[in-house]
C-alpha cells in the first residue's frame, strides 16, 4: 500500500490515465473493426468511409502517446490495402 502523499497522488494520476487511455484504445479498435466487417462484407465505399474516421483515430492515439507511430503506420497500411484490394 502506498505510504507517502506522492505515492497516493501518483496511484489516483495513474488509474485516471487508464481509464482514459483504454477509451481512447476501444475509439480506436472499434473504427478499425467497422472497416474490416465493411471489407468482409465487401462494401467498398463504406469500407472507405470507416477508413477515413479510422485515421484521424489512430493519429490521435499516437500523439497521445497510447499507440506508437510504426503500429498505427502497419494497421492503416494493412487497412488501405484491403480498401484498395475490393
Known amino acids: 500500500m502506498a505510504n507517502t502523499l506522492q505515492s497516493k497522488k501518483r496511484i489516483r494520476r495513474n488509474n485516471k ?4 487511455n483504454g477509451a481512447r484504445m476501444s475509439r ?14 465487401g462494401d467498398k465505399t463504406a469500407a472507405a468511409e470507416a477508413l477515413k474516421a479510422a485515421q484521424p483515430e489512430m493519429a490521435k492515439g499516437v500523439a497521445k502517446g497510447v499507440l506508437h507511430k510504426n503500429t498505427a503506420a502497419r494497421k492503416l497500411s494493412r487497412l488501405t490495402k484491403r480498401v484498395a484490394a475490393l
Open 28 to 41: 480506436i479498435r472499434t473504427q478499425v473493426k467497422k472497416v474490416e466487417t465493411a471489407c468482409t462484407a
Open 17 to 20: 490515465r487508464a481509464e482514459i
